[in-house]
């Protein structure tokens, strides 16, 4: 909108008004503007926003036009059903924004509780909801606005501080709205419309407004009660549950007890075998300890021609094997084809045993001696 087209809703615009700046602590209370049963003047909106006394509703008056990225609020109308925004946008166009409540019976309620927490959702306008609340009232009706859902929102509005622009505050929410005005007219399919920010801001007051309140839309109470106690009220749900079973349910799922047994078994056994056979080894296998060896190994005759193009023939089906030069505790590859390197001979004499051989063997060749060792085993 235009400032032209808002003048009759802008006080400081009105004919006769004595130029004093609109106060923020006490606006509207002490200036001159008519009460109802007065519905003020026309305006070019009347049509849209349904003002007028043909409508039943007064249009808002506003202490002045905010600056740009700035926001204000009318609050002169206790009676109105709605609440009225004003945003100034950044290239100083004017958006005029209305946001009323009413209970739709054509609705129901899920809320889902998991290990993660909860979370409660409202499913609309659906014709195969059964669970919508006008199967259960048929007398609910729908679209009837709440006054008393105003004195909500005006205070939620003013901690959110939609109304800061009456002191020219350039409060950060109020940035925000007024970067979401369209420039075109054109919705901006990245960007949510200004009518959904204010919706998702002002829904809290929904729930903030639906506490403590009954589970009818009609006051069924004739006679005093003690509102300092809690009533029961009665309401049509329907509960799903998820469980878990530890067990089987149907007979022939027993036959898992076997899986069970034998994997449970099966634990337990590697279990014993690590218990008796402590320690760790070095898996050779691998390939940065393969590389490590190859580099540190003798050369070999088994490969010879082979440095520029790889092993071809008979040399791929060359033995290999890791042995140990205990003197220097070093580990080396050698094939069985051919004779030990002189400086690494294999220790001759009878293989000592475990017990002995922790009194003066080192770490490494104990575990040369584990891998090396042939046993029986029943993995």
Sequence with gaps: ????????????????????????????????????????????VDDLFAFGERHGRRHPVFPKLPKPYNTVLNATDMESDSLYILITSPNTTYMLCSIRSWMSPNCSSRYHAGMSGGSMTAHCNNPNDRLAYHHSQPSATSGVTNVNWTTVAVQWALAVSL??????????????????????????????????????????????????????????????????????????????????????????????????????????????????????????????NLFALSLNSPPSHALDGCCGGGPEMKQLATS??????????????????????????????????????????SPVGLMYDRLSTKGTSLL
């Design 163 to 288: 109304n800061a622009g009456i002191i020219d505050a350039d409060a950060s929410n109020a940035r925000l709205l007024s970067q979401l005005i369209p420039t075109t007219r054109a919705l901006d399919h990245n960007a949510p419309s200004i009518a959904e920010a204010l919706a998702v801001l002002a829904g809290c007051t929904i729930l903030v407004s639906g506490l403590d309140s009954p589970f009818i839309h009609y006051w069924n109470y004739s006679s005093p009660i003690d509102f300092g106690k809690a009533q029961y009220q009665a309401f049509n749900a329907t509960v799903r549950s998820q469980d878990y079973s530890s067990g089987g349910i149907q007979h022939w799922q027993g036959l898992f007890y076997v899986v069970l047994v034998a994997v449970f078994l099966t634990n337990a056994f590697c279990l014993g075998y690590f218990i008796l056979h402590r320690g760790l080894v070095t898996d050779f296998i691998e390939p940065q």
């Design 320 to 361: 290999w094997h890791i042995e140990l030069d205990r003197p220097r505790d070093h580990f080396y590859i050698h094939s069985w084809d051919e004779a030990s390197p002189p400086n690494m001979k294999k220790r001759k004499g009878k293989q000592k045993k475990l017990w002995e051989m922790q009194l003066d063997e």
């Design 1 to 44: 909108m235009t400032s032209k087209e808002l003048s009759p809703m802008v006080l400081v615009d009105w004919p006769g008004y004595n130029g004093t700046a609109p106060n923020a602590t006490n606006y509207p209370n002490g200036y001159d503007i008519p009460r109802r049963p007065s519905w003020l003047n026309e305006t070019s």
